[in-house]
C-alpha cells in the first residue's frame, strides 16, 4: 500500500509540476496579445477535445474498476469452490474422497506459493497448479455414485467443480487481458493534448493560471492513476490478494486432522 500511495504521488506530482512549468514557459515565449487574439477559436477547441477526452477516459475507468471487481469476486468463487468441494466430498466412499482431498489441498498450496507471485511481465502465470486440478477433474468424473444421497451430492459436486474451474479460466484468461499499449498511448497523449490546450489562454495572473492549469492537471492524472492501479487485478500495487486460498488452506488442514474415517 506505500508503494502505491509513492507511485500515486509520482504520477500526479509529476503531471502537475510537467503542467505548471509548460504555463510558465508559454508565458515567456509567447506574447499575451497574441494568445489573446485566438480564445474564440482556442475555447471552442478546447471544448471539444476536453468532452471527448473525458468521455473516452471515463469510460476506461469505468471499465478497469469492472474488471478488477469482477475478477476479485472470481478469485473469491475459485478459492470458495474448492473448500466447498472438500465438504461435500464426505459423502463419497473413503478412497475417492481421500483422493479429492488430498487433489484441493496440494492445488490450494501450489496456487497460493506459486502460482499467485509468478505472474510474468506478458501477465501470464506459471500454472503450477494445473496437475492436481486436472486430477481433481479425473477423479471426480470417473466416479459413479450409488445411492440416491451419492447421486444428489455427486451433482451438486459437478457444479461447484464448473464454478471452480470458471473461476481459474478467468484468472488465467484476464491476467492476459490487460489494457493495450495502443489505448495506453491513447489516454497519455489525450491528456497532454487536453493540458497543452489551456496554454492558448492569456490569464492576466500567473497564480491563477498556474492554479486553473495545476487543477486540470490534477483531475486527469487521478484517473490515469486509477486505470494504471487497476488496469489488471493481479500484478502491481493493487493486486488481488489470495487471502482467500490462504484461508481455505487452513480451513482444510484443521479439517484433515478430524476428519472422520
Keep these: ?21 509548460g504555463v510558465m514557459l508559454v508565458r515567456r515565449r509567447v506574447s499575451g496579445g497574441f494568445l489573446k487574439r485566438h480564445h474564440e477559436v482556442a475555447g471552442y477547441m478546447l471544448s471539444i477535445v476536453g468532452t471527448l477526452y473525458s468521455v473516452l477516459l471515463g469510460l476506461i475507468v469505468v471499465d478497469t474498476q469492472t474488471k478488477y471487481q469482477v475478477a476479485k469476486q472470481m478469485t473469491q468463487q475459485e478459492a470458495d469452490s474448492t473448500l466447498d468441494l472438500f465438504h461435500m466430498s464426505y459423502t463419497m466412499p473413503t478412497e475417492v474422497r481421500n483422493r479429492v482431498h488430498k487433489n484441493l489441498a496440494e492445488y490450494l498450496k501450489l496456487v497460493d506459493e506459486v502460482e499467485w507471485d509468478s505472474v510474468k511481465r506478458d501477465g501470464s502465470f506459471d500454472e503450477a497448479g494445473k496437475v492436481p ?14 445411492t440416491v444421497r451419492g447421486t444428489e451430492a ?4 459437478l457444479q461447484v467443480l464448473q464454478d471452480m474451474t470458471d473461476g481459474r479460466r478467468y484468472r488465467l484468461q484476464i491476467a492476459k487481458a490487460g489494457m493495450h499499449e ?5 489516454v497519455i497523449i ?7 490546450f489551456t496554454y ?11 492554479l486553473m492549469t495545476g487543477l486540470v492537471a490534477l483531475s486527469l492524472s487521478l484517473n490515469v492513476l486509477l486505470i494504471a492501479l487497476f488496469s489488471n487485478p493481479y500484478t502491481g500495487y493493487m493486486r488481488i490478494s489470495s487471502y482467500p486460498f490462504k ?3 487452513k480451513v482444510i488442514l484443521e479439517l484433515s486432522k478430524q476428519k472422520p474415517e
Design 1 to 21: 500500500m506505500i508503494d502505491a500511495w509513492i507511485f500515486g504521488i509520482t504520477v500526479v506530482g509529476g503531471s502537475v509540476l510537467f503542467a505548471s512549468f
Design 182 to 186: 495502443v489505448m495506453w498511448a491513447v
Design 200 to 210: 492558448f489562454f492569456e490569464v492576466e495572473s500567473a497564480k491563477a493560471q498556474l
Design 154 to 157: 455427486y451433482s451438486e459436486m
Design 133 to 146: 486440478f486436472r486430477e481433481l477433474w479425473w477423479t471426480l468424473t470417473d466416479y459413479e455414485p450409488s
Design 247 to 249: 484461508y481455505d488452506r
Design 190 to 196: 489525450g491528456g497532454l493534448l487536453t493540458v497543452l
